[in-house]
């Protein structure tokens, strides 16, 4: 992998200090170093990374390449998908309403969307649009949503009040895109405008990120645009882009870290560009006040190293303390796609990451890197920590499949023919799944993008292996009913009724 890093550094002046009468800053160049380093290490095929210190670019950069196999390298100017990062946008997007009249942090979302429903009528009618920023509205994960669905985003959001309730509302902490979708739909019905072009008209163009756009969708036809890679057989692979559109106001954003770093120089200084103000002062600190405390199951496995006094989650940001100062970060994870933001405010320090292999976490190493070298707080090697933990993460992984493979009743096998349980089965929340008999193979098909082979685990349980080989393979139980007959099958941790 080494063979494929190069680097292009950008901005030159301001990253190397080279003007004239200048002496280079070799904080620079040391980062630079690390970052190399770190993207060998972790086996990166692309990755960019950014840093800006009052108010200034002062690094921006790109190793690897766009696509394994191809030449392109990948630049400070590459475009990536950013993620959840994209939330902070959003929150900032409510913000300047919130600054215009049209809408209050804790307006009922009913007042905006008087069709939006819960399926508890008491959170219907308390749940407010901070609600929707903070993970906090009481709702389990809704992501089967619109993870590689057909439904439309309206669609989405109506089928949202079929999230079970896993909480009381407000009293803890649960990562919900759908929300976020609903965020987006606040701000169409208060602006007039779909989230995409507010985004773009009251964000990007006001801060000059002119490359950067509001979906995948918009990326067709632009130039210099990454590939997601996964390992798949234990090799690193192309894979296919999943779209993030249908919730776009959760993570639909793709950027560079050029542009990135004007959108974290303006977080750092107040909701400004240049004498410009885009949020009021009081708008602006309220995004980064604390409003839901996150345990350790909700927050990074980062932490068991950086060791935080405490965890919480402002709107659209994930914070905790760090050297005595408060960080307010995000990371963004879609098929193939990684991304982070790190801002330390009261220090005017902004780092943006972007890479284009799943779950590269020398995300993370760079962030604190990038701290401690501006903050003067030491060189501690993050990248080589952080890589023994989740390199531990995935071996205790293995092992946990190891064991399931153990618990598997051998010789088991199914009650009735493959052709029994043929048929299609619904729910409400994942709407309908076909099971099909091709050549002696059962399969499941979910809509146009879903497609798994099921092989016999035991009983009535079978293995279903995904045609994106990359998503690994999950559990489909058939239930027999008095008849005899199958009448249910549980999957997604829901259980579809047969249809008759």
Same mark, same amino acid.
């Given at each position: 992998m080494i063979s494929r890093i190069t680097a292009v550094l950008v901005i030159a002046t301001l990253a190397s200090g080279s003007l004239a009468g200048q002496t280079p800053d070799p904080r620079v160049a040391?980062?630079?170093? !690390?970052?190399?380093?770190? @993207?060998?290490?972790?086996?990166?095929?692309?990755?960019?990374?950014? @840093?800006?210190? *009052?108010?200034?670019?002062?690094?921006?950069?790109?190793?690897? @390449?766009?696509?394994?196999?191809?030449?392109? +390298? #990948?630049?400070?100017?590459?475009?990536?998908?950013?993620?959840?990062?994209?939330?902070?946008?959003?929150?900032? =997007?409510?913000?300047?309403?919130?600054?215009?009249?049209?809408?209050?942090?804790?307006?009922?979302?009913?007042?905006?969307?008087?069709?939006? +429903?819960?399926? *508890?009528?008491?959170?219907?009618?308390?749940?407010?649009?901070?609600?929707?920023?903070?993970?906090?509205?009481?709702?389990?994960?809704?992501?089967?949503?619109? !993870?590689?669905?057909?439904?439309?985003?309206?669609?989405?959001?109506?089928?949202?009040?079929?999230?079970?309730?896993? !909480?009381?509302?407000?009293?803890?902490?649960i990562y919900q895109n759908v929300m976020y979708a609903a965020a987006g739909a606040v701000i169409e019905a208060a602006s007039g405008m779909p989230w995409t072009q507010f985004?773009?008209?009251?964000?990007? +163009?006001?801060?000059?990120?002119?490359?950067?756009?509001?979906?995948?969708? =918009?990326?067709?036809?632009?130039?210099?645009? #990454?590939?997601?890679?996964?390992?798949?057989?234990?090799?690193?692979?192309?894979?296919?882009? =999943?779209?993030?559109?249908?919730?776009?106001?959760?993570?639909? @954003?793709?950027?560079?870290?050029?542009?990135?770093?004007?959108?974290?120089?303006?977080?750092?200084?107040?909701?400004?560009?240049?004498?410009?103000r885009l949020l009021k002062p009081g708008t602006w600190a309220e995004l980064f006040e604390p409003q839901t405390m996150v345990d350790q199951a909700g927050f990074y496995p980062t932490a068991r190293l950086t060791k935080p006094h405490w965890t919480t989650y402002g709107m659209g940001w994930f914070q905790h303390d760090y050297q005595g100062r408060m960080v307010q970060f995000h990371t963004g994870s879609i098929d193939g796609m990684v991304a982070i933001i790190g801002l330390i405010p009261e220090e005017r320090i902004g780092v943006y990451v972007l890479a284009n292999l799943d779950h590269v976490e020398a995300r993370h190493a760079l962030m604190y890197r990038a701290f401690d070298t501006w903050l003067g707080s030491g060189t501690r090697d993050w990248s080589a920590e952080f890589k023994q933990l989740y390199d531990g993460m995935g071996a205790a992984g293995d092992s946990a499949r190891v064991r399931a493979e153990r618990q598997r009743v051998a010789n088991t096998k199914p009650s009735l023919a493959l052709d029994a349980y043929v048929g299609t089965y619904a729910d409400s929340l994942v709407g309908t799944v076909d099971i099909r008999l091709d050549n002696g193979q059962l399969t499941l098909q979910q809509g146009s993008q879903l497609r798994a082979r099921l092989e016999h685990w035991h009983f009535d349980t079978f293995r279903a292996r995904w045609d994106q080989a990359w998503r690994g393979s999950g559990a489909v139980t058939f239930t027999l009913g008095p008849s005899g007959a199958v009448d249910a099958m549980t999957f997604s941790g829901r259980r579809l009724g047969r249809r008759r």
């Open positions: 040391a980062f630079d170093a !690390y970052a190399a380093k770190a @993207v060998k290490d972790w086996g990166a095929v692309g990755l960019a990374v950014s @840093v800006v210190k *009052d108010g200034r670019t002062i690094f921006a950069k790109g190793y690897g @390449v766009r696509e394994l196999g191809k030449p392109d +390298q #990948a630049d400070e100017h590459t475009l990536f998908a950013i993620g959840s990062t994209t939330k902070a946008l959003t929150a900032a =997007a409510i913000g300047m309403l919130v600054d215009d009249g049209k809408v209050r942090w804790d307006d009922p979302v009913t007042k905006h969307l008087p069709g939006f +429903q819960l399926s *508890d009528p008491y959170i219907t009618r308390e749940v407010t649009v901070r609600d929707l920023l903070t993970h906090r509205a009481g709702l389990v994960n809704g992501d089967v949503l619109w !993870y590689r669905t057909d439904l439309t985003a309206a669609e989405v959001l109506r089928r949202a009040r079929f999230i079970p309730i896993g !909480y009381s509302m407000r009293s803890g902490f985004v773009t008209t009251r964000i990007f +163009q006001p801060l000059g990120m002119t490359r950067t756009v509001a979906t995948l969708a =918009a990326t067709a036809g632009v130039p210099n645009v #990454a590939s997601p890679h996964d390992l798949v057989d234990g090799k690193v692979t192309v894979i296919g882009n =999943a779209a993030v559109d249908p919730v776009a106001a959760a993570g639909s @954003v793709w950027s560079s870290v050029t542009e990135m770093a004007k959108w974290a120089a303006f977080m750092i200084d107040s909701g400004k560009v240049g004498e410009r």
